[in-house]
């Protein structure tokens, strides 16, 4: 018996933790485009409450050119709005399916390890049996030799 332990699953076991690693660095990039997503429609929100401060008041000289272009520019600016709104709903989408991949992930080299410890704890075990029952074999032998031999009893 071998007195250092061996898993013969190591190499899938590694592979479980490189495969959960991949999974964090996505995990990371999608969760940084939906950051930047957030931090870009905050901006285009702030830019469309601007515009819609900026339309002429009571009093003012009326220009219907300026009108039709400043409302142009603030259906562009809805427009906008809405088109980062759906990217940051997509982005989220891909965070949630990713957050699962790296939950299923670590479920799979958990139970890699675990098996592991398993293994590993019943061969200590193992390896203690055995040392234990050497060490009764020796002791044994040296109390039958002197009472056969007629020695100290």
Do not use: C, H
């Amino acid at each position: 018996m071998s007195k250092r332990f061996v898993f013969r699953l190591e190499a899938a076991l590694r592979q479980r933790l490189r495969e959960e690693q991949t999974v964090q660095v996505a995990l990371a990039r999608a969760s940084g485009a939906r950051a930047v997503a957030a931090v870009e429609l905050a901006r285009r929100v702030d830019e469309l409450a601007s515009a819609n401060r900026t339309m002429v008041g009571l009093g003012e000289v009326f220009d219907p050119q300026y009108r039709m272009n400043a409302l142009y520019y603030i259906e562009r600016l809805r427009q906008a709005v809405w088109q980062q709104e759906e990217l940051i709903a997509r982005v989220d989408g891909e965070v949630t399916r990713i957050r699962e991949l790296l939950l299923t992930a670590a479920l799979q080299r958990r139970a890699l390890e675990k098996l592991k410890e398993r293994q590993e704890s019943r061969f200590r075990a193992d390896v203690m049996q055995k040392m234990e029952r050497d060490i009764d074999e020796l002791t044994t032998a040296r109390y039958v030799r002197p009472v056969m031999t007629g020695g100290a009893q």
